[in-house]
């Protein structure tokens, strides 16, 4: 008996300690005040000397917490209990949440900042005006490949996918969006097509790619590539740069058809504590030599104009990860299809999904 | 004996390759100057520095710690104070069915129990954050202490307790002098048993993390979206080390509290 209460006298003691250190490491890491900013983004998605520097100027205390995808951020927002000031949601995400009226309308006088963006990333289809959101990273899907691994294969088209000669070596990710998107683009159709016929064409077609198919997966994707176990792989502009950082031999092309074109925007949920704080973090990340410090740290493209001004020419010129206007013509921006499509394409991709098994 | 000792060693050794591979291999390369698993480049501690040096990792390692020890210490104060109601207990239909009930929140699937705890928890205006975590990883650890505990208390003849209290022992006598020190080894085990739960339990606490307040299992899961880095490989390093001389130390202790008489009945 003796020995188990010491035991447990010792794990207070120690749990009492740890406390005590955490409560040291907190004091010595933010500011004093009591005012504190929550921020939820995507894992690995700032630079955290950007979050130590606004500590400093703002005099708010941050705390960061990161979540994995659109869906479970939306879950943790919508059941309450939490109170984040900022969240950072791709495009689709933020129209559904708008839907469900979980975010705050965003005070522009408060962000004179707004004026360094590119016009070109303003006023989207997916919130008129800005009025929820403000745009933090976008990119696009496209091919990354290992030039070295094929026979002299160039992506200008989504139909060198189906070249035989590449069989058994593509790697798709697993999103309907996506992949029917791909389907859709490849015959010259929308990637937001509602069309019945359109949509079944998409799919025959790509159930003629299945020979070529490795794997349908998610992240690992990366590791994959890095190590040359696969040559093709469907992916997202920033998850390719990535792969180009680690493996030089890797190239990356959007198919001149037509591809997505996807953003993360900040927003300011309805729960938000500091919704004061919220405007000032926007108005700081906004900053071009914050936007493009934070740029060089995450490798995605930023749609800050004034920032990309001060950045590296070689990154910001390179066409693949800023495509020029004309480039981006082609590239289309998802919309929300609603529920009933959603379901459709889930349905659609699910066949295709069976079928490449 | 001898002759199947042999390959019953070879087929031990086999077992442990395989589980200490994986993890040897990952800290492995928490070492390389590369920064990635692909190939080896040069001795570094760059990425232990780097652990070191984010004070928001930290504080989420000593959060999962911190969380780990309470909920294993509170869930085994609760779990053998259970189990000791459910041994005596004399209506044996309502035992067995308490039992199952504890049995079905053993297999029950942990996002089940997380999406219960996140709804439950919004429903009456619990705000998330360390009580939220703390509180569900006491509840889904108790059931284990039960079932570690239960076979100890099962194994003791009643007559210990009848002698006991025969000799004059109060209730609080039999259960400090008998009961408990009869029962400890199943309490060490249904201790560590949650302290593991606790540790690399992700499903649960991803619904029930918030304002601020994380563990590493949910911070490791969200950095791997953009591949896993050597930070990573370093902390699990850590971690694996620690974890390693905290048990060595318990073996120490446990031997050497196997030597004084009167410490239990031994088999």
């Known amino acids: 008996m003796k020995e188990i209460t010491r035991a447990a006298i010792a794990i207070v003691i120690v749990c009492i300690i740890l406390f005590g250190v955490n409560k040291y490491l907190n004091q010595s890491s933010g500011n004093a005040s009591s005012d504190t900013l929550t921020i939820f983004n995507w894992g690995e998605y700032i630079d955290p000397e950007l979050i130590t520097q606004f500590e400093e100027e703002s005099g708010f205390r941050v705390v960061y917490e990161t979540f994995d995808s659109n869906e479970a951020m939306m879950t943790k927002i919508e059941q309450g209990g939490t109170s984040y000031d900022i969240a950072v949601p791709s495009e689709y995400a933020i129209e559904k949440m708008k839907e469900k009226d979980l975010l705050l309308e965003i005070d522009h006088s408060k962000i ?206 390179d066409e693949r990860f800023y495509p020029p206007e004309e480039a981006r013509e082609n590239l289309e921006v998802y919309k929300n299809l609603g529920l009933e499509m959603l379901g459709k394409y889930n349905e659609l991709f699910l066949e295709f999904k069976m079928s490449a098994n | 004996m001898e002759k199947t000792s042999k390959s019953a060693k070879f087929y031990l050794a086999l077992v442990f390759i395989v589980l200490y591979t994986p993890i040897l291999y990952l800290i492995f390369y928490s070492f390389n100057s590369g920064g990635s698993m692909n190939s080896f480049e040069s001795f570094t501690w760059e990425h232990y520095a780097a652990v070191f040096s984010d004070t928001r990792l930290i504080m989420i390692l000593i959060n999962t710690v911190i969380v780990a020890l309470l909920s294993a210490l509170i869930a085994t104060i609760i779990g053998v104070f259970g189990s000791i109601g459910i041994v005596f207990m004399r209506n044996k239909s309502l035992r067995r069915s308490i039992l199952s009930l504890n049995n079905v929140l053993i297999v029950s699937p942990d996002v089940v129990i997380g999406a219960s705890f996140l709804i439950l928890f919004t429903a009456i205006g619990v705000k998330l954050g360390f009580a939220s975590v703390l509180i569900s990883h006491i509840a889904f650890s108790i059931p284990i202490v039960v079932l570690m505990v239960l076979p100890k208390l099962q ?99 446990s031997q050497r509290g196997k030597n004084p008489v009167g410490m239990g009945v031994r088999k």
């Open chain 1, 112 to 317: 004179p900042n707004l004026s360094n963006m590119d016009p070109y990333f303003l006023d989207l289809a997916f919130d008129p005006k800005n009025k929820y959101s403000i745009p933090y990273f976008w990119g696009t899907v496209g091919v990354v490949y290992n030039p070295t691994l094929l026979d002299g294969q160039t992506f200008e088209s989504w139909d060198t996918l189906w070249d035989p000669s590449l069989e058994g070596k593509v790697l798709l990710v697993d999103g309907a969006r996506e992949i029917i998107g791909m389907g859709l683009n490849s015959l010259g159709y929308s990637l937001n097509s509602t069309d019945e016929k359109e949509l079944q064409e998409a799919t025959a077609k790509l159930k003629e790619l299945t020979p070529n198919v490795k794997a349908i997966i998610g992240d690992e994707v990366t590791p994959l590539m890095i190590n040359e176990e696969a040559s093709v792989a469907i992916t997202f502009s920033g998850q390719a740069a990535d792969m180009m950082w680690e493996n030089e031999d890797l190239d990356y092309a959007v198919p001149q058809e037509g591809s997505n074109l996807w953003f993360d925007n900040m927003v300011i949920p309805k729960t938000a504590a500091n919704v004061e704080g919220a405007h000032e973090f926007i108005n700081f990340m906004l900053d071009a030599e914050v936007a493009a410090q934070n740029a060089d740290y995450v490798g995605y493209s930023i749609p800050n104009a004034a920032a990309v001004e001060l950045m590296d020419e070689e990154v910001t010129s």
């Open chain 2, 155 to 253: 194994e003791m003849n009643s007559t210990l307790i009848d002698a006991a209290a025969d000799l004059g022992a109060t209730k609080r006598d039999i259960l400090t002098r008998v009961i408990i020190p009869f029962i400890k080894p199943g309490i060490f085990a249904g201790f560590f048993m949650a302290l593991t739960y606790s540790l690399d339990d992700f499903a649960v606490t991803f619904f029930v993390t918030g304002n601020g307040f994380s563990t590493l299992s949910v911070e490791i899961y969200s950095m791997a979206r953009t591949g896993i880095t050597l930070t990573i490989n370093a902390l699990s390093g850590i971690v694996f080390i620690v974890t390693l001389l905290l048990v060595v130390g318990y073996y120490f202790v």
